[in-house]
């Protein structure tokens, strides 16, 4: 039992091990799961402690301070109630062991004891005869005070029913009194073969028993101590008549024989005996004769485990004074009487039993008492739950390590994936806004036509007006040389449209620069001048000087500007005498507006809404895609694009950009 | 082709002006440039010339600059340069009387032969302007008499029945139709039919 309570301990303690390690691996998560298994762990610990000292207890066969409280109980009840009924002796029951039924002492061995018993004022003794079986079920329902019985029953009942034995019955015989007896083993003197016990291997033995007054059991568990088995290395012959035992022997039908101490040497001659050899030779002090085996000592009077030692006191004291005061009317008796004496050793006896050497080592492990078993199961069984839940344990916690390692690589790869979308967003911004920016070309392709023609025709005419003079002959030299200047600048004209152009239309990642918001303008009015004149349109600059730069893409904001303008010109198509104005301002220290507002219309409320909205247009031609990026556009600014309708006449489109510390270095960018 | 006779540029784009005026003036004629139609409309003074104008420009457009000179009797030849014209547009100017209509950039000889034209067709338009104009001063100087013997001659009637008709002598009728073939510089019936076709044309009323 210490055995298997230490293994228990030790397989927590390395539970909780686990757990601590699982703990350090999985952190939080892993505490609760921990704590609650804890619990777990904390219900077999203390379930297991008081079941340990109970089977100790009963181990150590020691009555317990738990039996000592109870005893108190008892005997405190048995007070009471003998000082409630002072006039009648309080009853107290004795077990003893008789294999015929009896119901009364009288002209039994056992009556001179139970008067002397009864001599006592205080108790009435009643003698109980039991066989062995109704013995045991008495002493299971703890019915009996005391009990009487023999060596070897006592044994078997000590150990379960937590007996104590007190003092030992005697026999008179021969003047001394003889409490014990044995087993002698004789071989023949000659037989040279036979000189120790274990020699008796593989041999056939005669058993003297007579009037079956030998123990077969402890006969078998004698035997098994010295390392012979019944029926298996060794053969025990029952010899039921005595004097034939000689003959058996001497004619080797049996090879030794076995009686009960004193029997042979009673029944034998001396010459005969002069023929027979002891085997195992050994001494008691009690014992008359020679014998073989250790001995059985006489009967014991036990007490129960719930009897004080009080009462035992007054019960032994009574019985041990017999001998004292009455041995002289032992004549008074019919038949011999027991008498009583200090206790003798039962140690070895119990040790044949309980402790049968070497041979049984691998039994001795074996539970012998059915508490014992259960105890075995029930810690087997807590021991397999623990590391069933162990095992679940661990493995939960694996399942939850790898669903946390899954979910961990899905939320980096889905990071992964958003930082990609992001980078795809504006990229697509970008590609949108160069398309926007395409689409707003092809609708101005007819003014940049113009635009361009414009240069291209003043070169053609300068050209020839030079080609006629010089061909004529009247060139004036000077005049010449000033015209193909003018003529310079014309073709640079042409190239500045086309690089524009060019930069306008040009693919690329935003790239942002410290700009003057004004500049922007201009070169956006300049850009729209054909259109703006084409369309009879008046556009007035309202540009407020020395505003801060902002950190802009410059093409991005010439694309929302010029995206406004246009606008705005369609917006004045059937308006007489259409204006514009474009005004920049310091809206507030952080941010700076600029407003493009037209004479028009003005814009309902219901389309008020919808302007910013993808594919919304209300033009025959277009694809609604320029304000909602000229909104994204500005949003990624920082700033804000909206529209409203003025107090009086049209609308008008105001953006905000924020201003930026200059940072030293970004200056030159432009 | 009088000498005095003025070629008006009116562009708005500084470089195609001068450029053009550069054209012109290498085939030795006056130039005289204009940014805006208001300020040609402005500055004239019945000079004889022809004008070459941009259809688009700020304020007042090619057309309408057009219909204006129109209004203020303004006869000059127009002939229109545009970057963008398209058919409708140069339908509607030639309708309403523009010289020619050229597109930019413009072959140099196109343009310098219809200013050539325009400046020919200006000073005939000229001549002819005097011619009528002296013609209506000669009927204006007929006394209502000499003016009804006249429109008889001009039907082909003899002097017995026109004095038939206007109730007076033959005499009578000699004398005014003798004043009126003088005032009206006739030597001949026939160049009095002429001349009386010639104010007919003109709308000058009899």
């Known amino acids: ?670 | 082709m009088s000498n005095d006779a003025i070629v008006f540029i009116v562009d708005d784009d500084e470089a195609v002006r001068q450029s053009t005026a550069w054209l012109i003036e290498s085939i030795g004629l006056k130039v005289t440039t204009f940014t805006c139609a208001d300020e040609f409309l402005e500055n004239y003074n019945n000079e004889p010339g022809c004008i070459v104008m941009d259809v688009r420009m700020p304020g007042m457009s090619g057309l309408e600059a057009q219909e204006e000179m129109k209004n203020r009797g303004i006869s000059l030849p127009l002939i229109f340069i545009t970057g963008h014209g398209d058919v409708p547009m140069a339908v509607r100017a030639l309708k309403r009387g523009a010289f020619d209509f050229i597109e930019k950039p413009f072959n140099d000889q196109l343009l310098l032969d219809a200013v050539q034209r325009g400046l020919k067709n200006n000073s005939e338009a000229m001549e002819s302007l005097i011619e009528n104009e002296s013609i209506d001063k000669r009927i204006a100087s007929l006394t209502p008499r000499e003016h009804e013997v006249m429109m008889r001659v001009t039907e082909g009637k003899p002097n017995k029945v026109i004095a038939h008709e206007l109730n007076v002598s033959i005499k009578t009728v000699e004398v005014h139709r003798a004043r009126m073939m003088e005032k009206m510089e006739a030597s001949s019936v026939a160049q009095l039919v002429k001349t009386t076709i010639q104010a007919s044309k003109n709308n000058t009323t009899f």
């Open chain 1, 1 to 670: 039992m210490t055995v298997i309570l230490t293994r228990i301990r030790a397989l927590i303690s390395l539970s909780a091990l686990f757990c601590l390690k699982a703990v350090h691996r999985l952190k939080a998560p892993a505490l609760f799961i921990f704590i609650s298994l804890s619990a777990l762990f904390a219900l077999p610990l203390h379930a297991v402690p008081p079941v340990s000292e109970v089977s100790e207890v009963s181990e150590v066969s020691e009555v317990s301070e738990v039996s000592e409280v109870s005893i108190k109980e008892n005997t405190d009840s048995k007070a009471a109630f003998q000082q409630q009924t002072t006039s009648e002796k309080q009853n107290i029951t004795i077990g003893i062991l008789s294999q015929t039924s009896q119901d009364s002492i009288k002209n039994t061995p056992w009556q001179f004891t139970f008067d002397r018993l009864n001599s006592h004022p205080k108790y009435h003794f009643t003698p109980l005869f039991l066989n062995t079986e109704q013995l045991n079920n008495a002493l299971a329902d703890d019915e009996l005070d005391f009990v009487i019985c023999d060596a070897i029953d006592y044994v078997l009942l000590e150990n379960q029913y937590g007996l104590l034995h007190l003092i030992t019955r005697t026999e008179q015989y021969s003047g001394s009194f003889v409490t014990s007896e044995g087993l002698s083993i004789h071989t023949l003197n000659n037989n040279s073969n036979i000189t120790r016990l274990q020699d008796l291997k593989d041999k056939k033995i005669g058993v003297i028993d007579e009037n079956s007054s030998i123990s077969w059991l402890f006969l078998e568990k004698f035997l098994f101590k010295h390392g012979l088995i019944a029926k298996t290395n060794i053969t025990l012959e029952p010899i039921t008549d005595m004097s034939t035992s000689l003959t058996l022997l001497q004619s080797g039908a049996v090879d030794a024989i076995i009686s009960k101490s004193g029997l042979i040497a009673k029944h034998f001659t001396h010459e005969t005996m002069e023929e027979l050899r002891l085997i195992n030779p050994r001494r008691g002090w009690k014992a008359p004769f020679l014998h073989s085996s250790v001995l059985i000592p006489e009967w014991p009077l036990s007490k129960a485990w719930f009897i004080d030692n009080n009462l035992a006191r007054q019960v032994v004291t009574l019985l041990l004074n017999q001998h004292n005061n009455e041995s002289n009317d032992s004549s008074a008796y019919f038949s011999p009487q027991y008498y009583w004496d200090i206790a003798e050793n039962y140690t070895a006896l119990n040790e044949l039993f309980f402790f049968p050497g070497h041979l049984e080592q691998e039994n001795n492990d074996e539970p012998s008492s059915f508490s014992q078993k259960i105890q075995y199961w029930v810690s087997f069984i807590i021991i397999c739950f623990l590391v069933v839940i162990l095992i679940l344990y661990l493995r939960s916690s694996r399942d939850l390590n790898n669903k946390l390692t899954a979910s961990k690589e899905s939320l980096e790869q889905e990071i992964k994936e958003r930082q990609h979308a992001q980078e795809q967003a504006l990229t697509h911004q970008a590609e949108l806004a160069h398309v926007a920016r395409l689409s707003t070309m092809g609708e101005m392709a007819s003014g940049l036509a113009h635009e361009l023609n414009q240069p291209l025709s003043a070169i053609h005419t300068y050209v020839q007006g030079c080609i006629r003079r010089i061909t004529m002959g009247n060139a004036d030299l000077d005049a010449i040389v000033n015209a193909l200047q003018l003529t310079a600048q014309q073709a640079d004209r042409a190239g500045g449209i086309i690089r524009r152009l060019r930069s306008f239309v040009r693919k690329g990642e935003s790239h942002k620069t410290y700009s003057e918001i004004n500049q922007i303008v201009h070169e956006v009015t300049g850009f729209l001048d054909t259109q703006l004149k084409n369309k009879q349109v008046s556009l007035i600059l309202d540009l407020e000087e020395d505003l801060p730069p902002v950190l802009v893409d410059i093409i991005q904001i010439e694309q929302v500007l010029i995206n406004l303008l246009k606008n705005a010109i369609e917006a004045m198509s059937d308006v007489e005498k259409p204006a514009i104005i474009v005004s920049t301002r310091h809206a507030s220290h952080k941010v700076i507006e600029l407003c493009v507002i037209d004479s028009g219309h003005g814009i309902s409320e219901d389309k008020l809404k919808r302007i910013f909205n993808p594919f919304f247009t209300t033009k025959t031609s277009g694809m609604g895609m320029g304000l909602s990026i000229s909104s994204s556009i500005i949003e990624a600014h920082d700033g804000k694009l909206y529209a409203e309708n003025n107090t009086e006449q049209g609308a008008r489109f105001c953006l905000t950009l924020p201003i930026t510390e200059e940072q030293p270095g970004n200056t030159n960018n432009e």
